[in-house]
T-cell receptor
Framework: ETGVTQTPRHLVMGMTNKKSLKCEQH?????MYWYKQSAKKPLELMFV???????ENNSVPSRFSPECPNSSHLFLHLHTLQPEDSALYLC???????????????FGPGTRLTVL | GNSVTQMEGPVTLSEEAFLTINCTYT??????LFWYVQYPGEGLQLLLK?????DKGSNKGFEATYRKETTSFHLEKGSVQVSDSAVYFC???????????FGQGTELSVKP
């Protein structure tokens, strides 16, 4: 049990659907992250939130829209996705994400997304 | 810039064999170094970490030593088990707002 939960664990959606991924952390952390894990590629950082404010957006297409309503919850809203967006989406949290932070990140189990 | 390079997999070993997975990094200053493990169908779990040169991280029989002179953080285990079959990721964090830079991962398969 890592203290970071993600729902749903699996999601199949069409290219015109709108869906949301949810992440919740029970560790009292201040920073949360979204990563994309595609086959045969390194993990790609998508977004970083610190104290509910977005501090990093790694050139992610606008069809991915994050939302962080409080320090325990993080959402990834999906709209008009492409088949190449099929991947495992991982959420993580850490105590802090300040400039000098090297805090350990704790990961959720991921959502396996398939776009048809 | 910062980067991490791992040995390519898959690595296939027999049970009780010795394991080494090589990891080298490029970074300015003094990054923290991590090994994460991903079991089939699961997310990443922190396996061990080291925050300064010559530190040794260890957990569950795995060890890695932070070698600044060779910019390496190789993962070792003296006797692997079938349950160690997973993908192992080396990563660094270097004063960039908590951003983790991952290697491409090394798949380990342990046969009985």
């Amino acid at each position: 049990e890592t203290g970071v939960t993600q729902t749903p664990r699996h999601l199949v959606m069409g290219m015109t659907n709108k869906k949301s991924l949810k992440c919740e952390q029970h560790l009292g952390h201040n920073a949360m992250y979204w990563y994309k894990q595609s086959a045969k590629k390194p993990l790609e950082l998508m977004f970083v939130y610190s104290l509910e404010e977005r501090v990093e957006n790694n050139s992610v297409p606008s069809r991915f829209s994050p939302e962080c309503p409080n320090s325990s919850h993080l959402f990834l809203h999906l709209h008009t996705l492409q088949p190449e967006d099929s991947a495992l989406y991982l959420c993580a949290s850490s105590q802090d994400s300040g400039v000098s932070s090297t805090d350990t990140q704790y990961f959720g189990p991921g959502t396996r997304l398939t776009v048809l | 810039g910062n980067s991490v390079t791992q040995m390519e997999g898959p690595v296939t070993l027999s049970e009780e064999a010795f394991l080494t997975i090589n990891c080298t990094y490029t970074a300015t200053g003094y990054p923290s170094l991590f090994w994460y493990v991903q079991y089939p169908g699961e997310g990443l779990q922190l396996l061990l970490k080291a925050t300064k040169a010559d530190d040794k991280g260890s957990n569950k029989g795995f060890e890695a030593t932070y070698r600044k002179e060779t910019t390496s953080f190789h993962l070792e285990k003296g006797s692997v088990q079938v349950s160690d079959s997973a993908v192992y990721f080396c990563a660094l964090s270097n004063n960039q707002g908590g951003k983790l830079i991952f290697g491409q991962g090394t798949e380990l398969s342990v046969k009985p």
